[in-house]
């Protein structure tokens, strides 16, 4: 149902999903396809009356096999909350899940690179409030991580423990730490509110994760989210994505290091960061705030979100 | 006032100009800063009753000198209107406008890449409504022209010929030619009604356009936005961009070819294309459309609009 077709002058994949123009859209609560099956209700993605965290395939897939997957990841089975509402313990067995999916995605033969993503708020274009992630399976290599490919090369070594060490000898942008992860508004971050949950030790993937790393993951996820709630007093929109190592032909010979990357649209309580004529035409990030400032109130806001 | 910063993990600078978080958002039709200054009103960004097309520095520059510029051009002194409805020798001086902010700003020992571009409509963050586009003159090589001239190499000559070509021999995403110009939907567009204006012969920069292709080019631009604006029967949204040679240093043995690229965030009448997950997050486009649908709707539009 999907057709990869290579963008000659960017370089890059771009891929046609065209069913997925359909998708559903904005449903009320009570049609709300990520919650149970209830008894007398509508028939949701999820046949079970209760459960803990779902996984199911995609209805509208922007991969499926034998060129990759597209998958749900449903953190609970309550409409209402986030990532960060989350009980301690539910928060931690999802990375368990995440770990899991990377585990099998990445072991297929077609998949080349495993995503685990939340899109959150209708800023970012979400359709579904029901707390929930996602994890696409690439049959190829994207730009992004083909990028981070090339910093390991002019670093001469893995870039991201590079930057965590600058950052941690700097201070100024870390926002939250513990002995497993640091949490900090990168030095050239393109959103105001940007931030990078990297763990200490060098580990390519959630499989090289010891339980403690797993839990402490989950609670710096659950802190930060608690920070941008708290920073504007609202429901903090953002796009979070898990950076992990390439898998199968691609990833075999190469690094990687786990982080999660926060991009939130916000730049202030109610302005939007949109991508215009200098982040399209040229791919250069004009921002209106300097990554300090931004680090100093969100490290404020994680404190009075704890 | 500005200031970058190299993002190590993308490859590419960031920019940071602070001041523009306080810049003017939305004013009233009656405070409107790009309308003339007229007698007893406020005293206006140009101090005359009347004007055809005015050129002056952004008073919140994403840059300036010594370090680029970034520059206003106003359409028009009428505050209603656009690209589309200015008349057709005002939207051929504008053609000529464009080319001496090039030769101008790229003659500059300080910068490297001018970028002609408008953003229209709040959709894309557009804080002024008067028809007005921007000029970014900047110190460095951006990623998006860079990987242009990658697209050179792989092709082994002008990537921008051979995408034409391949695009007039099939012939199904065409939406618009003369003896100047071809506007198509390109084979593997990102957006779901990108459209590319490029010019038939060979040309690095508009300095080497002759009148009669200046003029051409205006009625292409034109009869694009017209036709957008048809498409839905509202005013099309959109980000467009003048992609030239380099300049300066990083220009002088490069290549490049005139195109101007628009990028619209509509994908139905009232459905936005959001960049969330895999746009963000990897740097592959999902789009929900396919090329060859939309050229047929936006062909047909154009043809109504005309």
């Known amino acids: 149902m999907s057709e990869e ?4 002058l960017r370089g890059e994949q771009v891929v046609y999903a065209i069913h997925r123009q359909e ?3 904005l449903p009320t609560r009570e049609h709300c396809p990520l919650c149970p099956t209830r008894a007398g209700g509508d028939a949701t993605e999820i046949p079970r009356e209760a459960f803990e965290i779902a996984v199911f395939e995609n209805r509208f897939p922007a991969f499926e096999g034998p060129r990759g997957a597209a998958e749900v990841i449903v953190y609970t089975d309550e409409h209402e909350g986030s990532l960060a509402t989350l009980p301690p313990e539910r928060a931690e067995a999802l990375m368990w899940v ?3 999916r990377y585990s099998e995605l990445g072991a297929r033969e077609d998949v080349r690179y495993v995503m685990i993503f939340e899109n959150r708020g209708v800023e970012v274009g979400v359709t579904l409030h029901h707390p929930h992630g996602q994890v696409y399976a690439f049959p190829f290599l994207p730009p992004v991580p083909e990028r981070e490919l090339q ?8 870039a991201v423990c590079a930057l965590l060490a600058a950052e941690l000898g700097d201070g100024r942008r870390v926002v939250y730490e513990d002995d497993g992860v640091v949490c900090f508004v990168p030095f050239a971050a393109r959103w105001a509110f940007e931030v990078h949950v990297v763990v200490r030790e060098h580990r390519a993937s959630l499989l090289e994760f010891d339980a403690a790393e797993l839990r402490s993951l989950a609670a710096a996820l659950q802190a930060l989210v608690r920070g941008y709630d708290a920073l504007f007093a609202r429901p903090f929109p953002y796009v979070m994505v898990v950076h992990q190592a390439p898998t199968g032909a691609s990833g075999a010979a190469v690094g990687g290091h786990v982080h999660v990357e926060f991009y939130p649209p916000l730049r202030d309580a ?9 982040e399209q035409g040229a791919g250069t990030f004009i921002a209106d ?8 109130a969100l490290r404020e806001a994680i404190a009075h979100g704890a």
Chains 1, 2 share one sequence.
Do not use: V
């Open 151 to 158: 910093a390991d090369a002019r670093a001469g070594g893995c």
């Open 5 to 8: 077709r290579f963008n000659e």
């Open 98 to 100: 995440w770990r899991h």
């Open 23 to 25: 998708r559903t859209f």
């Open 270 to 278: 109610d302005k939007l960061k949109y991508l215009a004529g200098s």
């Open 289 to 296: 705030t300097i990554p300090e400032e931004s680090a100093a």
